[in-house]
């Protein structure tokens, strides 16, 4: 197969994956949810996502697979270690700035928001504006930010929130010292969880143990992690088992 060849069957991918995902959006709700829309989709709380999530792997893997092939090698080199949007999500998250939002549904100027939560507005604007063009976060006039459907996860409210924030914190506390870790002569080699990455972070610290010792010393630290596991049904679809196994047992039945 030519590479051209290989590029069609890629848009065809992408094109056949995006009907699917529209088509089950409508068959749950009637519609499209809009990047902007603040009220859920139907089908965004459904117990069984799990054709949808199927559909969008495929379209996320041949569109990665395009841009891969079509962009200068440079370009994508660059762009899988110029990703900062987890520091902007941390300050989202630390800040509450969905929370804020809520009161501000026509949208907040970058500098009254800079007063509610004592951060430079010319920081404060770039970040947001980052998160925007990911989506996060509805730019409605210069510098005036609003929620949308993406940034209400971040809600303190939404289990999958703390999974979020157990991500953007300990997760990115281990990932920075991941190289030292491979190298360090005590966890090089080593598959002791008090040796994992964030724990060898946590040592320098003086903070010694495994992950859940670490977890286990502070209230709102274990009560997050706890959420966080809740929000992980939601992100994996661990419930749709419930779902599908009562779809079989109804069809036993009926083949009796």
């Known amino acids: 197969m030519s590479n051209r060849a290989k590029l069609e069957s890629l848009l065809t991918l992408v094109n056949s994956a995006a009907q699917e995902a529209i088509a089950m ?19 965004d709380d459904a117990i069984d996502q799990v054709a949808l999530k199927s559909t969008i792997r495929t379209l996320e893997g041949a569109c990665a697979q395009l841009c891969t092939t079509l962009a200068p090698p440079s370009h994508t080199a660059i762009n899988l270690v110029q990703v900062y949007d987890y520091a902007c999500v941390r300050v989202a998250l630390q800040e509450n700035i ?7 549904p026509k949208g907040i100027h970058v500098d009254e928001l800079s007063e509610i939560i004592k951060v ?9 504006r980052l998160l925007a063009t990911r989506g996060c976060y509805n730019e409605v006039d210069t510098d005036t930010f609003a929620n949308n459907r993406l940034s209400l996860i971040l809600h303190s409210e939404n289990p999958v929130r703390h999974m979020i ?10 990932a920075a010292v991941f190289y030292d870790s491979l190298k360090d002569s005590e966890t090089a080699y080593s598959y002791d969880p008090a040796h994992a990455p964030v724990m060898f972070a946590n040592n ?12 286990r010393q502070e209230d709102a630290r ?15 679809g661990s419930l749709a088992v419930l779902t599908r196994t009562s779809l079989g047992l109804a069809r036993q039945l009926t083949n009796v």
Do not use: Q
């Open 165 to 174: 924030n157990l991500h953007v914190e300990a997760c990115a506390k281990g």
């Open 120 to 128: 430079d507005s010319k920081k404060l604007a770039r970040m947001m």
């Open 204 to 215: 320098k610290e003086g903070i010694t143990g495994t992950f859940f010792d670490w977890m």
């Open 25 to 43: 959006y409508e068959k749950a709700g009637g519609y499209v949810p809009s990047i902007d829309s603040t009220e859920p989709h139907p089908l």
């Open 98 to 104: 969905t929370n804020i939002l809520l009161d501000y």
């Open 222 to 236: 274990r009560e997050s992690y706890h959420r966080s596991m809740r929000g992980l049904n939601g992100i994996m």
